[in-house]
């Protein structure tokens, strides 16, 4: 078992920033990929970045690209996700995901440990 804790949301202003945390424990974290999704009220959870064990490969959406910036530091077991240029439509609650392989995913599907999630708020 892997338990996974977010950190770091809140509300902050269009164009803002910021930092999530999510501080993995139980399991050895590194062999892990792992992920951020979303989901907004009314939505499907979406796909936002992952990265795999090594930090090798990364994926990250379209519609962050450019904005959002997935790491993660094994020493500490820990996954960040910073958010530069935050728009409304990033308001959603974001949720950090550990999955049983190396190697990356964009499906929520292949992901088998999950946070209890955190909110964003991005106010206009």
């Known amino acids: 078992q892997v338990q996974l804790v977010e950190s770091g949301g809140g509300l902050v202003q269009v164009g803002g920033s910021l930092r999530l945390s999510c501080a993995a424990s139980?399991?050895?974290?590194?062999?892990?990929?792992m992920g951020w999704f979303r989901q907004a009220p009314g939505k499907e959870r979406e796909f936002v970045a992952a990265i795999s064990a090594s930090s090798v490969h990364i994926e990250t959406a379209e519609s962050v690209k450019g904005r959002f910036t997935i790491s993660r530091d094994n020493a500490k077991a820990t996954l960040y996700l910073q958010m530069n240029s935050l728009k409304p439509e990033d308001t959603a609650i974001y949720y950090c995901?550990?999955?049983?392989?190396?190697?990356?995913?964009?499906?929520?599907?292949?992901?088998?440990?999950w946070g209890q999630g955190i909110q964003v708020t991005v106010s206009s």
């Open positions: 995901a550990a999955r049983s392989s190396s190697v990356v995913g964009t499906r929520p599907s292949l992901y088998d440990y």
């Open positions: 139980g399991r050895t974290f590194s062999p892990y990929a």
